[in-house]
């Protein structure tokens, strides 16, 4: 089953909406754009309204560069751990050889369990973004609303192979900045960017930033620390 | 009250100071002149490091021989090797106009070289400024803001991180060395406008203010502390800053002929002739800036009641003063320099003193 959701804003990326079946589950999802895929995890009430699925800035930004899949991610309480089998199942039967996972804020267990059950060479999930990530805190922080620790997850961070980058909003106040040095910690791989005057939820405070540094990260992963633009002012 | 030496490190020749514009034209640059003034900058410095003053300050400013200092950071650093009790304050480099790592990398350094006696506040640049590395003038206040806050935090960040902001992205910064003093130096903002001192009070950082008259100081003061109330928490006097030029005489009819000679010309108007004039001044400079005025003048007895009526007015309690204009000889200005530290200073020093003793941690409660 498809139908074509209009972007908001008059964007020029239309996304078609999809389900598919996995694990007894129906997952919609939205797909847009061409080249180099990208999977996004978002919160699911971001994602859903009353009207069903719909599109956020980010993906509509991503999709201009981008194949852009974004996921709905199951509710009913199921345990990250099994969602995440569930997703990566889900994106190779929509036939995705390689791709940059993408969460933000309540997705970021699903996310991380997605990327530690991944082998260390091959296709599949070869890069991971985590939005305002919520599963790791500053020593002696308590977490957000309805926030719980995973001492599992936490334990299995190293496991983590694949390129990592985690933005931060410099004014979130629901996760302090310095989260992000914490998973700096604990993933062997792990970049991490600091989003000016962007708060918990970047996407909204600062769409374009975010959507730089994490296109950069799509196309080039770990070498997207590498300046490439030309600086000439008359080459 | 703290008392901060400023070392202008100005140009000791009459002749760069009667072209009246700005920037200054490098011909009239005489090395044997440079030499002879960089040396008794650093005399000064030392000087004022034995008199007793509390900081020894300098500053960023370009193309201009009444302060040769470029980059503040690479004479705080001569000056780190001559003051050796006093804080040394670089107030500021050009936050607006220069690479926030590269400061930052050269602030650390500085900490390192003072044992940790470092002070720094971050300016804007007055508007001529922004013609030196061709800085877009619109843009500057939003420069200076955001290249503040990534300063800070390059200061702190434990872990490698990148920036991606509305004017810098960094990809990787990882300052080294670190800080001698934790979390960081303590920081003050230019508070030349009510805008800027709401960004201060917002980040925690101390506010300084210079050369406006009283009741201007006292509108950027009072509006400083309630937006720092805003926020939870309250300035101590050492956190509110105020530069200016002072002359002290014998007597004040000699300080009165400091006065009338201490400038050459208009120090403000001149910065904005010539290239200068491309780009407005700031409506402050029209309301008031009192550049070209010696603040605090007069006898030690008159000088040490003017500065406790500013203290009173303002809540001001450090002060960085300047005893050289351009118009005095280095004599008369080393005499200036003496009758305040040995006549002034120790007259002033109880002035705010009982309110900063209740908040004697200041910089590391706030400034984290």
Redesign the interface.
């Known amino acids: 089953m498809s139908n074509t959701t209009q972007p908001p804003g008059g964007s020029s990326v239309a996304f078609t909406e999809h389900v598919i079946q996995a694990d007894g589950l129906r997952i919609r999802y939205l797909e847009a754009g061409h080249g180099s895929s990208v999977v996004v995890l978002q919160d699911t009430l971001e994602v859903l309204d009353a009207e069903g699925l719909h599109q956020s800035p980010l993906h509509t930004l991503l999709a201009r560069q981008f194949r852009v899949i974004a996921f709905e991610v199951p509710g009913g309480g199921h345990p990250p751990h099994d969602v995440a089998r569930t997703l990566t199942q889900v994106s190779l039967a929509v036939g995705l050889q390689q791709y940059v996972l993408v969460s933000s804020a309540a997705g970021t267990s699903i996310a991380l369990w997605q990327a530690i059950d991944t082998p260390q060479q091959g296709d599949g999930l070869v890069g991971l973004v985590l939005i305002s990530p919520t599963v790791l805190l500053p020593e002696g922080r308590s977490g957000p609303s309805g926030y719980a620790r995973d001492p599992e997850l936490e334990r299995r961070l190293g496991d983590l192979q694949v390129a990592t980058l985690v ?1 931060v909003g ?1 004014n979130d106040e629901i996760l302090p ?1 310095e989260t ?2 914490r998973y ?2 604990h993933i062997p791989n792990c ?7 962007a708060g918990h939820a970047i996407e909204t405070d ?1 769409p374009d ?2 959507c ?2 994490v296109g950069d990260f799509v196309e080039r992963r770990d070498a ?4 490439q633009n030309n600086t000439a002012i008359n080459p | 009250m703290q008392v901060s030496f400023f070392c202008t490190n100005s140009y000791l020749s009459g002749e760069a100071y009667r072209q009246h514009v700005w920037p200054t034209p490098p011909a009239l640059y005489r090395s044997e002149v440079g030499l002879r003034s960089v040396d008794f900058a650093l005399e000064q410095a030392t000087l004022a490091d034995e008199l007793g003053f509390d900081w020894v300050s300098c500053s960023e400013h370009h193309y201009t021989p009444l302060l040769q200092t470029p980059n503040a950071n690479v004479f705080a650093a001569a000056l780190s090797q001559v003051v050796r009790r006093a804080k040394i304050a670089v107030l500021g480099p050009l936050v607006s106009m220069n690479n926030p790592v590269r400061i930052a990398e050269e602030m650390a350094m500085l900490d390192q070289l003072t044992h940790g006696r470092l002070i720094v506040l971050f300016l804007r640049g007055t508007p001529n400024e922004f013609l030196a590395y061709g800085t877009n003038p619109d843009e500057t206040r939003a420069r200076t803001q ?1 290249a503040s ?2 300063i800070s ?1 390059a200061l702190t ?10 004017f ?1 992205r960094f ?2 910064v990882a300052v080294w060395p670190g800080s001698i003093q934790q979390p960081h130096p303590p920081l003050y903002y230019s508070g030349n406008s009510l805008e800027s001192a709401t960004f201060a009070a917002a980040q925690h950082m101390g506010l300084g203010v210079s050369f406006y008259r009283p009741p201007l100081v006292a509108q950027m003061t009072g509006h400083y502390k309630q937006e720092c109330a805003k926020h939870g928490w309250q300035p101590s006097p050492d956190q509110l800053l105020y530069r200016c030029f002072v002359a002290v005489g014998e007597d004040d009819q000699e300080a009165a002929a400091l006065q009338a000679k201490y400038f050459v010309g208009d120090p403000t108007g001149d910065l904005f002739r010539g290239r200068g004039a491309a780009v407005p001044p700031p409506t402050q400079t029209q309301a008031g800036f009192g550049l070209g005025e010696p603040r605090f003048c007069g006898s030690p007895d008159a000088v040490v009641q003017q500065i406790t009526d500013f203290h009173e007015t303002t809540g001001v309690g450090v002060i960085d003063v300047a005893f050289g204009g351009a118009g005095l000889s280095p004599e008369e200005a080393m005499k200036s320099m003496r009758l305040f530290a040995t006549e002034v200073l120790p007259r002033i020093r109880h002035i705010g003193v009982s309110a900063a003793s209740e908040q004697p941690d200041t910089y590391a409660a706030t400034s984290a």
Do not use: N, S
């Open positions: 933005l410099t900045p992000g040095q700096v910690e970049y991490y960017v600091l989003v000016y005057d600062r930033a975010l730089t540094a997207f620390i590498v300046e | 955001e806050v990534l935090r960040e434990p872990q490698p991180f990148g920036w991606e902001g509305r810098y990809r990787t």
